[in-house]
């Protein structure tokens, strides 16, 4: 885990979220406390756990960005659910330990590639080899003849006589220079793959059959013609996995999952019913009840061993603008101390949200665009009125946040992205000011003239 100190953290979060310092602070200081508890002595480590966090705002505010970034920050395993997704034990749907279980396949899927990087001059280098004897003998299909001679080897390819040895050598060895000189990349070949084992739908999750029967059945093969690039790729790909260790990925997966995962869980409000009641949503309560053993530290049994939950940090998030938070079950907000308010976006965060972010949307679109040969300008003005577009809209229709700004972007560049692409287009610079913003909204999204409303 990178030793940040809380400040940085906040640095490192400002760069893609603007505003919210009262939730970047609180993420910060459970982020560092990660580390701080790494850092005691062992007795004492296994009693501190983590604050979990619950965050109160609106929607498109940053509360998951604020989560998302966080996990990337760091580099720790990282899970986003919606609590509707959820019912409780007896109804059909997903069960609250699929959470669990999804955040191991991350942290497996996560170390994997780790290994694997490492692994990687080794694996370019068999699988070089490899691709060497496919295009220089390329594998037989089988023909009919009795299974059961291959099963017991009964039946094996006549072994090459010297003087054919040394040619297969010779025609190794131009084989392996034209493909370093990058000149059999568009020849195609003929390359035996491995079947992928059909899965199941159980309770929500989609189970391999594979897996289930533990490895017991052989391995299935077809032949798939493909480019030399394509075949590389997936030669690598296998031969990484022969060269990495993976019950070390799956100690260090489960390690990482137990010490350092983070799970978002959005949309808790909607699942904040009233005591009592009936009908479809009386399963609400018992939603929450489910939630709560996870929440409090419970052990989780997934493919790739039991999985403990008590030091995964759970980020909480909901509008709560039907519901309380007090009506959540005591157990539950007993599990989340600390409350966080994140506030509605003002016209000023509109503008430096798309002026100040490393991704801001400014800077996607000219990129996008700049693809097309579209070379955009937004002057101050143009930023002002997209600013003030997205900011009227939320205040007289519904507050979606920073999202509404997607929607004001695709508005008033709609006929700018249909009309270019065409290949005998020039370079077209486009100077994007005010008055273009006022023109190309409508709707929802058109500026409001308030000097209208003025006596």
């Known amino acids: ?42 007795r004492m480590r296994d009693e501190i756990s983590p604050k979990n966090i619950l965050m109160v705002g609106p ?23 919606e609590a509707t997704k959820f019912t409780e034990v007896g109804y059909v749907g997903r069960d609250v330990e699929s959470i669990v279980r999804d955040l191991t396949e991350n ?63 010779g025609k190794r ?35 391999s059959l594979g897996d289930m029967m533990g490895g017991m059945m052989p391995k299935r093969t077809k032949i798939r013609r493909m480019k030399v690039r394509e075949a590389r790729k997936i030669l690598l790909q296998e031969e990484s996995g022969k060269l990495i260790d993976m019950d070390a990925v799956q100690e260090e997966a489960i390690r990482r999952a137990e010490q350092q995962g983070i799970v978002f869980i959005d949309e808790i409000d909607k699942i904040a019913g009233h005591r009592g009641g009936s009908g479809p949503d009386v399963s609400r309560e018992g939603v929450q009840r489910d939630i709560l053993p996870i929440v409090e530290g419970s052990t989780v049994n997934t493919k ?49 949200i798309l002026t100040q972010p490393d991704n801001a949307l400014t800077r996607q679109y000219r990129a996008l665009l700049e693809v097309d040969k579209v070379l955009l300008d937004f002057e101050d003005s143009a930023i002002e009125a997209i600013a003030d577009a997205a900011y009227t809209a939320n205040e007289t229709a519904e507050d979606i ?21 065409d290949e005998d287009m020039p370079p077209v610079a486009l100077k994007i000011d005010g008055e273009y913003v006022r023109a190309h909204l409508s709707g929802e999204n058109k500026p409001a003239d308030l000097k209208r409303y003025i006596l």
Do not use: C, W
Request: hydrophobic share 40%; no cysteine.
């Open 107 to 169: 942290a497996i899927r996560m170390v994997k590639d780790e290994h694997m990087k490492r692994v990687q001059p080794r694996a370019n280098v068999l699988a070089e080899d490899r691709l060497v004897t496919l295009l220089v003998h390329p594998p037989k299909t089988q023909g009919a003849g009795n299974p059961l001679d291959f099963l017991l080897g009964k039946k094996k390819e006549a072994e090459p006589t010297e003087d054919e040895k040394q040619k297969l050598s």
């Open 304 to 352: 790739y061993g039991p999985v403990k939950t008590d030091y995964m940090l759970f980020i909480a998030a909901g509008a709560f603008h039907v519901s309380k938070i007090s009506d959540l079950i005591p157990e539950l907000q007993g599990r989340f101390p600390v409350h966080v308010q994140l506030n509605s976006l003002t016209r000023e965060d509109f503008m430096a």
């Open 173 to 207: 060895e131009e084989i392996r220079q034209q493909l370093m000189r990058g000149e059999l990349e568009e020849r195609e070949l003929e390359i035996e793959v491995e079947e992928t084992a059909p899965t199941i739908e159980m309770g929500g999750n989609a189970i």
């Open 401 to 421: 946040g920073a999202r509404r700004l997607h929607a004001v972007f695709e508005q008033l560049l709609e006929d700018v992205s249909f009309n270019a692409g």
């Open 59 to 81: 929607t498109g505010v940053g509360k998951t960005e604020i989560a998302r970034r966080l996990a990337k920050l760091v580099g720790a395993p990282f899970i986003k659910v």
């Open 1 to 42: 885990m990178a030793e940040l100190t809380p400040r940085q953290i906040v640095r490192e979060l400002d760069r893609y979220i603007i505003g919210q310092e009262e939730a970047k602070k609180s993420v910060a200081i459970a982020l560092r406390n990660r580390y701080r508890r790494s850092r005691v002595d062992e």
